[in-house]
């Protein structure tokens, strides 16, 4: 994905940081983003301080199962999520409580879960993750077909 800020201008044409005739440095006045392309694939793997910053600057916005990303004088563009930041068992996916690293216990409710109901049973990712958990930094996810048919790098629009 590539994105494009787009700040607001000086009365003649000024960029953000330039300074105006008074000799005034005109101060950036973020108006949105725009969509240079969506990537080669619809999967997409967002940050949560990328979210968190896009979110407190207006440009998305979040309901728990849908990434909204507002874009400058275009279409919004709507990832659904399959996995917010956290643990997961591999085994059946669950979604487990996350223990950081450096927690006095970190991992030990995600061990138990698989000790307890997949016990004996290889991970399904044994050369990544061969403890039947993963924990991942990112928020998972798809951007509606049609979406990306539109938007994906490669594509130009006439």
């Not at 999520?81 to 085994?91: K, N, S």
């Amino acid at each position: 994905m590539k994105l494009h800020r787009v700040y607001e201008r000086g009365p003649n044409g000024e960029r953000a940081g330039e300074k105006l005739s008074n000799g005034v440095r005109l101060r950036p006045k973020l108006l949105g983003v725009e969509v240079v392309h969506t990537g080669t694939d619809a999967e997409q793997h967002f940050a949560p301080d990328l979210v968190d910053r896009a979110i407190d600057e207006g440009w998305m916005t979040f309901d728990g199962e849908t990434l909204v990303l507002h874009t400058y004088g275009g279409e919004d563009l709507k990832y659904r999520v399959r996995r917010v930041p956290g643990c997961y068992c591999l085994h059946c996916n669950a979604k487990l409580e996350y223990e950081p690293p450096g927690a006095p216990k970190a991992g030990t409710i995600a061990r138990a879960h698989v000790a307890a109901l997949h016990a004996g049973k290889a991970s399904p990712q044994p050369k990544r993750w061969s403890s039947g958990y993963e924990v991942i930094h990112f928020y998972d996810c798809v951007l509606d077909a049609k979406q990306h048919a539109q938007f994906k790098a490669g594509v130009t629009s006439g």
